[in-house]
C-alpha cells in the first residue's frame, strides 16, 4: 500500500478482507495476506514490490498507480504468468 500503517489504511483492510470472507476466503485457513507500507516513498514501494515478488504469491494487490507501477516493474523479472 503507497498509504502509512495508520487508522484509514486499517479501515480498508478490514472492508477488504470482510469482503474476501463473504467470498469464501477465510484468513488461517485457504489465505495469508503479508501487508507492506511504503508511506508514499517511491523508492520504498519498488523495493517493497520487489520483496513481495520474490514471495511468488497467487495474488498481488496494489493500493495506488505508483503501487500498482512499482508491483508491474517488479514481476516482470520473474517468470511465470504475472498480469
Known amino acids: 500500500m503507497g498509504l502509512a500503517d495508520d487508522a484509514e489504511a486499517r479501515g480498508r483492510l478490514m472492508a477488504f478482507e470482510q469482503g474476501l470472507e463473504r467470498e469464501g476466503w477465510s484468513l488461517g485457513q485457504n489465505l495469508r495476506i503479508e501487508f507492506r507500507y511504503a508511506e508514499g516513498d517511491s523508492v520504498r514501494m519498488q523495493a517493497l514490490a520487489k520483496e513481495l515478488a ?30
Open 54 to 83: 520474490e514471495l511468488r504469491p497467487d495474488c498481488i494487490v496494489g493500493h495506488s498507480t505508483p503501487v500498482v507501477t512499482a508491483l508491474m516493474q517488479a514481476t516482470r523479472t520473474l517468470e511465470g504468468d504475472f498480469r
